[in-house]
Nanobody, 122 residues
Framework: QVQLVESGGGLVQAGGSLRLSCAASGRTLSRYTMGWFRQAPGKEREFVGAIGSTGSTYYRDFLKGRFTISRDNAKNTVSLQMNSLKPEDTAVYYC????????????????WGQGTQVTVSS
């Protein structure tokens, strides 16, 4: 399995931006679909979006336009750019790897990072 480490979380005011990164070790990320999930306190983990090995992306509809996922295969990293943040975006954000494309369920992603906390203040 690939080892993943997220970074870039923190505290930001509503309307602000954050860029999360996910770095991999052990294996190259280029062959995987890389997904981002988030889990708010007391809620289930939910899908944010993902990027396939070819660079194609897909997102939860209500996040589309504010969040953008990109990948840098040369650096073995994936990023999540979050703009116009809202207090309801507060959560722990996780990156995960899948061998398939189009998946949105946590169970379809086999490798996970430890998560990074994002807190959006009003």
């Amino acid at each position: 399995q690939v080892q993943l480490v997220e970074s870039g979380g923190g505290l930001v005011q509503a309307g602000g931006s954050l860029r999360l990164s996910c770095a991999a070790s052990g294996r190259t990320l280029s062959r995987y679909t890389m997904g981002w999930f988030r889990q708010a306190p007391g809620k289930e983990r939910e899908f944010v979006g993902a990027i396939g090995s070819t660079g194609s992306t897909y997102y939860r509809d209500f996040l589309k336009g504010r969040f953008t996922i990109s990948r840098d295969n040369a650096k073995n990293t994936v990023s999540l750019q979050m703009n116009s943040l809202k207090p309801e975006d507060t959560a722990v954000y996780y990156c995960a790897a899948s061998s398939g494309f189009g998946y949105t369920r946590s169970s379809d992603f086999g490798s996970w990072g430890q998560g990074t906390q994002v807190t959006v203040s009003s």
